[in-house]
């Protein structure tokens, strides 16, 4: 499957930025979805999961009640809605898919397929 990151872009501290991640290339509700994010010289870092149908969602604790991770199937595309942006949420944001459930977790090596990477930036 091959996944399209997009919606990134420049905030101000307290707004808010809708990310988007398109697939093709695979049967779609058959992966859950993460999201994860990275800033130079750091490792990626777990952001949220969703699993196949919606029904199963985690998030880290820095954004949980900030960002809202969900999924279109039909439109094969899986979303992070995020508001109240802080300058720490500046990161280059990735969406990956993982075919066998077990990326709840949050580890990355779960996710078998990657996004190029959209980049936010938030402002103070």
């Given amino acids: 499957v091959q996944l399209q990151a997009?919606?990134?872009?420049?905030?101000?501290?307290?707004?808010?930025?809708?990310?988007?991640?398109a697939a093709s290339g695979g049967?779609?509700?058959?992966?859950a979805m993460g999201w994860f994010r990275q800033t130079p010289g750091k490792e990626r870092d777990f952001v949220g999961?969703?699993?196949?149908?919606?029904?199963?969602?985690?998030?880290?604790?820095?954004?949980?009640?900030?960002?809202?991770?969900?999924?279109?199937?039909a439109k094969k595309t899986v979303y992070l809605q995020m508001v109240s942006l802080k300058p720490d949420?500046?990161?280059?944001?990735?969406?990956?898919?993982?075919?066998?459930?077990n990326g709840r977790s949050g580890r990355s090596y779960e996710f078998s397929y990657w996004?190029?990477?959209?980049?936010?930036?938030v402002s103070s």
């Avoid at 997009?6 to 991640?21: D, H, I, K, N, T």
């Avoid at 996004?115 to 930036?121: C, D, F, K, R």
């Fill in 27 to 31: 049967t779609f509700n058959q992966y």
């Fill in 115 to 121: 996004g190029q990477g959209t980049q936010v930036t």
């Fill in 6 to 21: 997009s919606g990134g872009g420049l905030v101000q501290a307290g707004g808010s930025l809708r990310l988007s991640c």
């Fill in 49 to 73: 999961y969703v699993n196949w149908n919606g029904d199963i969602i985690r998030y880290a604790d820095s954004v949980k009640g900030r960002f809202t991770i969900s999924r279109d199937n």
């Fill in 89 to 101: 949420d500046t990161a280059v944001y990735y969406c990956a898919a993982d075919r066998t459930g």
